[in-house]
């Protein structure tokens, strides 16, 4: 038996073999690569001297290595001034505070650690100090990882024919003249 006939076989689990190293090193694109479990662009009023928490995925479990993007901004201006207002912002996730201060715009992405669902999904928390109404703009998404078919079928399009061709060539492959040990 010679190795060129498993060459191509040889290749093909090579390929898969780096195709899988590259997947377990990249599970979550920052570009969103997955299921969506939580999407709002909206704007909110918060009047003078309160505050507002928004709980992010209420109801939904929001699983570990999931992506988290959270951009809100003051959008109005303090009545006869030409600076604009900024609002105090907290967010934070299974009890811990993942950013905070008193900013306008806050911008703050960052991938789960941890499964949490309800109560400690993610949650921003705005406060007022101002003696005015604030409108803020609004923007969070939270999208789950990607299952590991997601995960695999860019790279199966290439692999499986590549893999069905290997497998035909190792079974049909006879190489021609004569082998060793085969009598003149």
């Given at each position: 038996?010679?190795?060129?006939?498993?060459?191509?076989l040889?290749?093909?689990?090579?390929?898969?073999?780096?195709?899988?190293?590259?997947?377990?090193?990249?599970?979550?694109?920052?570009?969103?690569?997955?299921?969506?479990?939580?999407?709002?662009?909206?704007?909110?009023?918060?009047?003078?001297?309160?505050?507002?928490?928004?709980?992010?995925?209420?109801?939904?479990?929001?699983?570990?290595?999931?992506?988290?993007?959270?951009?809100?901004g003051?959008?109005?201006?303090?009545?006869?001034?030409?600076?604009?207002?900024?609002?105090?912002?907290?967010?934070?996730?299974?009890?811990?505070?993942?950013?905070?201060?008193?900013?306008?715009?806050?911008?703050?992405?960052?991938?789960?650690?941890?499964?949490?669902?309800?109560?400690?999904?993610?949650?921003?928390f705005?406060?007022?100090?101002?003696?005015?109404?604030?409108?803020?703009?609004?923007?969070?998404?939270?999208?789950?990882?990607?299952?590991?078919?997601?995960?695999?079928?860019?790279?199966?399009?290439?692999?499986?024919?590549?893999?069905?061709?290997?497998?035909?060539?190792?079974?049909?492959?006879?190489p021609?003249?004569?082998?060793?040990?085969?009598?003149?």
């Amino acid at each position: 038996m010679k190795i060129s006939r498993w060459l191509p076989l040889i290749a093909v689990a090579l390929a898969f073999l780096i195709a899988l190293g590259y997947v377990v090193a990249n599970p979550l694109p920052a570009n969103g690569y997955g299921r969506p479990i939580y999407d709002v662009r909206t704007t909110l009023a918060i009047a003078a001297g309160s505050s507002r928490t928004i709980l992010m995925a209420e109801g939904s479990v929001v699983p570990s290595r999931s992506l988290i993007l959270v951009v809100a901004g003051v959008m109005n201006r303090q009545p006869g001034s030409d600076l604009s207002e900024t609002a105090y912002f907290r967010l934070t996730h299974a009890g811990a505070t993942i950013a905070q201060g008193d900013v306008s715009p806050f911008s703050e992405s960052f991938e789960t650690r941890v499964e949490s669902g309800g109560a400690d999904n993610p949650a921003l928390f705005i406060r007022n100090d101002h003696a005015f109404d604030l409108t803020i703009d609004y923007r969070a998404f939270v999208t789950r990882p990607p299952s590991t078919l997601e995960h695999f079928a860019p790279y199966l399009a290439v692999l499986v024919p590549l893999l069905a061709v290997a497998i035909l060539w190792a079974a049909l492959y006879h190489p021609s003249g004569r082998r060793s040990g085969q009598p003149i």
